[in-house]
């Protein structure tokens, strides 16, 4: 079957430091790169040196990544793209692209990943409420589509802006990327948290939990690369008076990422707001349980496949720390083989990924 026009994501940024959107977005390219028909390029302001991505460095008024090259090489190139996909919703990448989309009729849906989510509407809530305003809202009427990755952005989402058409498609994971030979087999007791580290993330009543377990012999491990909020973490664990037992590792990719998962006694991210986080993903196909929320988007069956749900809350979190500190070797098992099994039936690209086609297919009609 011969090759389709390609179709076009625009992402800011596609560094390993974007965290779970890189690997939303990557994945999704990856996943389209690999079906017979299909092909995807990616245009970003900021990627990897082996990225096989089109990079366009932002020049001016880079608090908006303004790249006037983007613009330019699109004026003549858009016309190429089968559909053109947005991802994020504050910066130019987002911007110019939807515009000439319309302006070419090319059929073009957003992304949002979680950007607009009351929590993170609330931090620079008056900046945000002007772009939303002059900006997105009319970003909106030009697209053809809105793509929303949790039943609760797709509500909000509609609440701000009730686009035409709206979808539901949660992120997936692609199972071929986890390593295989992964064991169960630590050298010492630990709980990890692995993202960015962010206020969103819930790093402060997963210290305060941490502080108040009776097992003194298990260690908080946090990696995630440093960066302005660090500081206050370490300064939160000194007043805590956990410093000892918690170890900060900074940004862990490859093999090395996917040992800490799979030697972990429990893999934790307690989120106040998030996309679905694709940490949450890899920890369960590592075969690892995971104590998430019910803000990070995951379906509540999470807590009856091996993984603990709960609020976003300091006495919720100590009683699930609690739990998952005493597990047996033989629980800690079971649990990890359970939740594994559950996210590669329910949130896998090799189960999913066809719903992506679909989606195409229906804003191209």
């Known amino acids: 079957m011969q090759t389709q026009k390609p179709v076009f994501h625009f992402a800011t940024n596609v560094s390993l430091e974007s965290g779970g959107q890189r690997t939303a977005v990557v994945n999704l390219h990856n996943y389209l790169d690999n079906q017979p028909g299909w092909s995807s390029i990616i245009y970003t302001n900021s990627k990897e040196i082996s990225d096989n991505f089109l990079e366009f460095p932002s020049t001016r008024f880079r608090f908006w990544n303004y790249a006037p090259e983007l613009t330019s090489q699109l004026s003549s190139t858009i016309e190429d793209a089968r559909v053109v996909h947005l991802h994020g919703v504050f910066m130019h ?6 515009k000439l989309a319309k302006k070419h009729d090319i059929p073009s849906l957003i992304t949002p990943h979680g950007m607009l989510e009351p929590w993170y509407l609330n931090d620079k809530r008056l900046k945000k409420a002007i772009y939303v305003n002059v900006v997105l809202k009319n970003l909106f009427r030009r697209v053809d589509a809105v793509h929303a990755i949790t039943p609760s952005e797709k509500n909000n989402l509609f609440k701000l802006f009730a686009p035409k058409k709206i979808f539901e498609i949660p992120n997936f994971i692609h199972l071929s990327t986890i390593p295989s030979g992964l064991e169960y087999r630590p050298d010492e007791k630990y709980i990890l948290f ?3 580290i962010h206020p969103g993330k819930g790093l402060d009543i997963l210290f305060q939990a941490f502080s108040r377990l009776n097992d003194k012999n298990i260690k908080l491990k946090v990696a995630g690369s440093k960066n302005f909020y660090t500081p206050v973490i370490q300064s939160l664990a000194k007043k805590l008076g956990v410093s000892e037992r918690v170890e900060f590792l900074g940004g862990i990719y490859g093999q090395e990422k996917y040992n800490l998962y799979a030697n972990a006694q429990a893999f934790v991210l307690p989120s106040y707001s998030e996309a679905i986080g694709m940490v949450n993903l890899e920890a369960a196909a590592c075969a690892t349980p995971i104590i998430t929320t019910f803000s990070t988007g995951l379906s509540p069956e999470v807590g009856t496949e ?4 709960i609020h976003p809350d300091v006495d919720e979190l100590t009683q699930a720390l609690t739990e998952a500190a005493a597990w047996g070797d033989h629980e800690r098992r079971e649990r ?3 939740i ?3 996210i590669s039936q329910k949130y896998s690209w090799e189960a999913q990924g066809y719903l ?3 989606l195409y297919l229906e804003i191209m009609k």
């Open 93 to 98: 990448t987002q911007y110019a692209p939807s």
């Open 194 to 196: 692995l993202s960015r």
């Open 306 to 309: 091996g993984g603990i749900i």
């Open 336 to 338: 990890g083989r359970a």
């Open 340 to 342: 594994k099994e559950f």
């Open 356 to 358: 992506w086609k679909q």
